[in-house]
């Protein structure tokens, strides 16, 4: 553990002044009392009110139902200023060596490290995931540019022999201003997902975050300007979908790393190729896991509850298909029935709460009527797919429920097809290895994977035929920032996490040198 010497709360945070006497005076922050007041867009160095734009978005405190910031969606200038300051930062961060920029990462990755406590408390906040489960994301977040600080140093091209004495070399080179969009599920982790290979690599960053958890990464910024990055390198613009747009189709974009949606990755896509600019999308996912009746079952049990039930459920690469061997099912099952009945639900900023609010409230109803339509489709609830109200009463308004195993289930019903983005687990039986591959790559989505058995050759044997860009063997939804992550089919391409990412920040020129005379055939 990394010692947390600041309070909870950060300066650039106030709580509601009804709350001063008691929030304020605490160093822990508690749920129902903080409101954003600051500017949540970041350019030039500082958070700033965005120069034009007419939208107004209100983010929420899934918790309590409580509006916590109300903020202008940049429109196209400020789309542009953020984009003008990005390429005045990319000029001279482009030309540090690979090692100066290294050692502003590190720093980066230190004060996050430093500051873990409050910005896990935002993220818990603003998002409803568990505090645990926060830290945890804040902890992989820092992880990720302290790899990338150790990578910027080595980054390099090849030198290649021609012959009579001539030769070749490549450059690996930045591309320019690159955009990140992110989605709301993991604000700060996705964020430096993005940045930490892009800046390793020299880019600047313009990004957004989703205007349902504008919060977090905007500290992001403020810790880069304070690590040392040049004004400008990482601006934040806020906004939805027509501020995202102006990003994509901006002319000076170099790049844009996307994660969300299916149907906002294909529009992306879309324009994208307008500007013939590369894109990473990392999307949605239904993502099949395996359980074999020679596993551990204590283990594989463990496996599907992390496959399902982290964030409320709301994770691109959840294992959301269980498929089990019929000699196990009812022994699985049952266990995992019991665990989810004990799951605890409540105040995300509470020690021993597991699981917190959905992101809001349409979203809540829309898993919700995802269970619905399962029943009408003859699937079993074994436990939870209800509204929940926790006893405490400033969390009446909050958007939780409890979360749900589905059984009787059939692979053509919806819950079964559709990614639900909500803490639904849905039990599949199966017979025979082939038999559950067939079954398993039947999607469009190819997000990850996971096969749980004592039999090592069937393990490799099995993740080896899954149509997925992640896969576990014997766990599942732990994310090392060694290991690169991305989808196959549908669930995008381009990788996030570990060396495959510099790929897709940066490309190489290949420079020809002649040591001797130039022979011409005219
Ligand atoms: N593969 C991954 O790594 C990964 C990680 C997290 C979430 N996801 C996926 O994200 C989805 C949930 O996130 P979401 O609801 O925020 O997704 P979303 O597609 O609705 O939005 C994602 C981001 O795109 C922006 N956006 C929306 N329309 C746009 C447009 N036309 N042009 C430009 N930007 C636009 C949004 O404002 C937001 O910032 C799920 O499908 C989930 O699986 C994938
Ligand atoms: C950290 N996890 C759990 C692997 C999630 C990665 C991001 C997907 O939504």
């Avoid at 910005?119 to 998002?127: D, F, H």
């Avoid at 080595?154 to 004495?165: D, E, F, N, R, Y």
């Avoid at 995300?348 to 009408?376: A, C, S, W, Y």
Wanted: charged share 20%; net charge neutral.
């Amino acid at each position: 553990m990394v010692p947390n010497s600041r309070p909870l709360l950060h300066f650039g945070f106030q709580v509601l002044r009804s709350c001063l006497s008691s929030a304020a005076m605490s160093p822990v922050a508690s749920t129902g009392t903080f409101r954003q007041v600051l500017p949540l867009n970041y350019r030039s160095g500082t958070r700033v009110e965005p120069a034009d734009g007419r939208d107004k978005e209100e983010a929420y405190e899934p918790a309590t139902g409580r509006v916590i910031a109300t903020f202008t969606c940049s429109g196209e200038k400020e789309v542009d200023l953020a984009i003008q300051n990005a390429k005045t930062a990319f000029k001279i961060w482009s030309q540090k060596s690979g090692m100066e920029r290294s050692r502003i990462l590190l720093e980066a990755a230190r004060i996050i490290r430093e500051r873990k406590e409050e910005i896990a408390a935002m993220e818990s906040i603003n998002n409803g995931k568990s505090i645990f489960e926060a830290r945890v994301d804040i902890d992989i977040s820092w992880q990720c540019l302290e790899y990338y600080a150790g990578l910027a140093g080595s980054l390099a091209g090849q030198h290649v022999q021609l012959p009579g004495g001539s030769f070749g070399y490549t450059r690996r080179e930045p591309l320019g201003v690159c955009v990140g969009i992110g989605a709301w599920n993991y604000p700060f982790q996705i964020a430096c997902w993005k940045a930490g290979p892009a800046l390793a690599c020299g880019n600047a960053m313009v990004y957004k975050p989703s205007p349902f958890t504008p919060i977090t990464v905007v500290l992001l910024a403020e810790i880069f300007t304070e690590a040392g990055v040049p004004t400008g390198l990482f601006n934040v613009v806020q906004g939805g979908a027509a501020t995202g747009e102006f990003l994509c189709r901006h002319p000076d974009v170099a790049k844009v790393s996307f994660t969300g949606s299916v149907p906002t990755g294909s529009k992306i896509m879309e324009m994208a190729a307008k500007g013939i600019k590369p894109v990473t999308l990392e999307l949605g996912g239904k993502s099949p896991l395996i359980i074999f009746s020679d596993c551990v079952l204590e283990n594989a049990v463990n496996g599907a509850m992390m496959g399902n039930f982290l964030t409320q459920g709301e994770v691109c690469c959840n294992a959301t298909r269980v498929f089990v061997q019929r000699e196990i099912l009812d022994k699985f099952t049952e266990e995992v029935v019991k665990r989810t009945k004990k799951i605890k639900i409540g105040d995300p900023l509470l020690e021993d709460t597991r699981m917190g609010p959905l992101i809001n409230k349409p979203h809540l109803e829309k898993v919700l009527g995802f269970i619905q339509k399962g029943k009408e489709q003859g699937m079993k609830v074994l436990c939870g797919g209800e509204a929940y109200i926790p006893g405490d009463s400033k969390l009446k308004n909050g958007f939780y429920m409890s979360p749900c195993v589905l059984g009787n289930c059939k692979d053509d019903m919806t819950c079964v097809k559709e990614e639900i983005f909500g803490p639904v687990m849905s039990i599949l039986p199966f017979d025979t290895e082939e038999e559950v591959l067939e079954r398993a790559n039947n999607t469009i989505y190819g997000l990850a994977g996971g096969v749980f058995t004592r039999d090592i050759q069937r393990a490799h044997r099995v993740v080896a035929a899954l149509q997925a860009g992640m896969c576990f063997i014997n766990n599942y939804n732990i994310s090392p920032v060694e290991l690169p992550f991305g989808g196959y089919k549908r669930s995008g391409f381009g990788r996030e996490n570990g060396e495959a990412a510099i790929e897709y920040y940066s490309q190489l020129k290949t420079v020809c040198v002649e040591m001797g005379d130039v022979e011409s055939v005219f």
